[in-house]
T-cell receptor
Framework: GAVVSQHPSRVICKSGTSVKIECRSL??????MFWYRQFPKKSLMLMAT?????????EQGVEKDKFLINHASLTLSTLTVTSAHPEDSSFYIC?????????????FGPGTRLTVT | AQTVTQSQPEMSVQEAETVTLSCTYD???????LFWYKQPPSRQMILVIR??????QNATENRFSVNFQKAAKSFSLKISDSQLGDAAMYFC???????????FGTGTRLTIIP
């Protein structure tokens, strides 16, 4: 099956610093990737849709300048949390939509746990 | 806006028994997809089963089946012969036809009792 990786799996950073999370589709190409945030024991909330070669589309209430998304290639999207604060601590999950597949077929990465101290 | 509701935060079932997880949704669309995803302790989201709204026949995948009631906007998941490996968070999700965005429910934590 299609595999999506995320790196790092866990990261701890100090308040005020920036951290980058990578999402890679390992065996397929994806023009569209999604970034979700999941609070403890809560559901996944869509943050933004990442489109290769164009600007990301952010959901209402998500700060574009704080959560920078870059989709530089058909296999890589990155989420950069800028000037991180403790309230940004969360579990971040990406998913990728294969180019050669139906629109409902998303594959999820294993997630990245971000802790801001 | 579409909403997905899971009214059971937690469920438990004896191993080898059958359990049903509930999900309701709200949409004004006629063409859409519904999904059940499993999130085990590893946190990796895994697709369990998918239902196309235009199909009257309920989807089935081995021990997993759904009861799709379009008029009632209900989409429950039945797990037969429950196994220890079924222990996980289960999320119901909605996807409007032509729109790749998924809307997730709040999840149901399923515990399997040996």
């Amino acid at each position: 099956g299609a595999v999506v990786s995320q790196h790092p799996s866990r990261v701890i950073c100090k308040s005020g610093t920036s951290v980058k999370i990578e999402c890679r589709s390992l065996d397929f190409q994806a023009t569209t990737m999604f970034w979700y945030r999941q609070f403890p024991k809560k559901s996944l909330m869509l943050m933004a849709t990442s489109n290769e070669g164009s600007k990301a589309t952010y959901e209402q209430g998500v700060e574009k300048d704080k959560f920078l998304i870059n989709h530089a290639s058909l296999t890589l999207s990155t989420l950069t949390v800028t000037s991180a604060h403790p309230e940004d601590s969360s579990f971040y999950i990406c998913s990728a939509l294969p180019i050669a597949g139906p629109a409902y077929e998303q594959y999820f990465g294993p997630g990245t746990r971000l802790t801001v101290t | 806006a579409q909403t997905v509701t899971q009214s059971q935060p937690e469920m438990s079932v004896q191993e080898a028994e059958t359990v049903t997880l509930s999900c309701t949704y709200d949409t004004s669309e006629s063409d859409y997809y519904l999904f059940w995803y499993k999130q085990p302790p590893s946190r990796q989201m895994i697709l369990v089963i998918r239902q196309e709204a235009y199909k009257q026949q309920n989807a089935t995948e081995n021990r997993f089946s759904v009861n799709f009631q379009k008029a009632a906007k209900s989409f429950s998941l039945k797990i037969s012969d429950s196994q220890l490996g079924d222990a996980a968070m289960y999320f119901c999700a909605y996807n409007r036809f032509g729109n790749e965005k998924l809307t997730f429910g709040t999840g149901t934590r399923l515990t399997i009792i040996p």
